[in-house]
């Protein structure tokens, strides 16, 4: 979700443009200065590079675990690779498999729901995932992006996946209302509209034959709560513990889905 760090606030704000007054439109500008200055760019824009296959010393070929999505599939934020999601997640496969599990990486700070049929051209065409994880979505709302596109995006590329055999979960679009470096009222915008991408997301899964794991129900209260803690450093991506507990969010259906394919 990196990118949305600079239009965060300009974007949701010219979403509701026409329905504020010249007042309110000045409000949401000023909010969008503060939440600019508070959030910065201290990780940058490239994340950590976790691929690799983690627990080589179990049994057995490893399981095939493919990543797609923005910067918090792509785990920015996190400084160790063990503790982007992709690592906590394939060390949690790994344990409840009790084999190894090679982790494949094509999410990319910044995307949008758009992106999702590039990074699945850049996975090679020999590589079959047993499980591909899908987490998408933020970039999609500070962007205004129509809710309908972005779910025909996301349903587009769950399609493909299950035409390589691979087994699909998908993590609904988290709540922008945990974002505390957002003033209200536009962080209040944010949270409504991510909910409606969420809930289409889901749909969108299940017409096409994947799991969703809404968290926003699962892990937005946390964030909420303890924001010190979940949050890294820019106080909009997830730390290493935001990232354990999403991974521990997602991984009883990752698991599942794995031995679906047994």
Avoid at 7 to 30: D, K
Avoid at 91 to 108: D, Y
Avoid at 216 to 244: E, I, K, N, Q
Wanted: contains cysteine; proline residues 5%.
């Amino acid at each position: 979700m990196s990118r949305s760090r600079i239009v965060l606030a300009s974007g949701l704000g010219i979403a509701v443009a026409a329905t504020l007054s010249l007042g309110g439109r000045a409000v949401l500008a000023r909010q969008a200065a503060i939440a600019r200055r508070r959030i910065g760019k201290p990780h940058g824009e490239v994340s950590i590079v976790a691929d690799r296959v983690w627990r080589p010393g179990l049994a057995g070929q490893p399981a095939e675990l493919l990543l797609l999505g923005d910067s918090l599939a792509a785990g920015l934020g996190a400084e160790r690779r063990k503790d982007t999601l992709g690592g906590r997640l394939a060390k949690g496969l790994a344990r409840q498999l009790h084999r190894p599990v090679r982790l494949h990486t094509a999410a990319v700070v910044g995307s949008e729901s758009s992106a999702l049929a590039r990074q699945l051209d850049s996975v090679p065409a020999d590589l079959r995932p047993d499980v591909a994880v899908i987490v998408v979505g933020g970039n999609d709302v500070t962007h205004r992006v129509p809710v309908s596109e972005s779910a025909a995006h996301l349903e587009s590329a769950i399609t493909r996946l299950r035409a390589r055999g691979a087994e699909v979960v998908v993590g609904t679009c988290p709540d922008l209302g945990a974002l505390r470096a957002v003033p209200q009222p536009l962080r209040a915008l944010g949270s409504r509209m991510s909910r409606q991408l969420a809930a289409a997301q889901a749909s969108a899964a299940a017409r096409a034959g994947a799991v969703s794991v809404d968290l926003r129900r699962a892990v937005g209260a946390m964030f909420l709560d303890d924001p010190d803690s979940m949050f890294s450093l820019d106080r909009f991506h997830p730390s290493a513990l935001g990232y354990r507990r999403t991974a521990e969010a997602l991984l009883p259906a990752v698991v599942d889905a794995m031995r679906r394919r047994r």
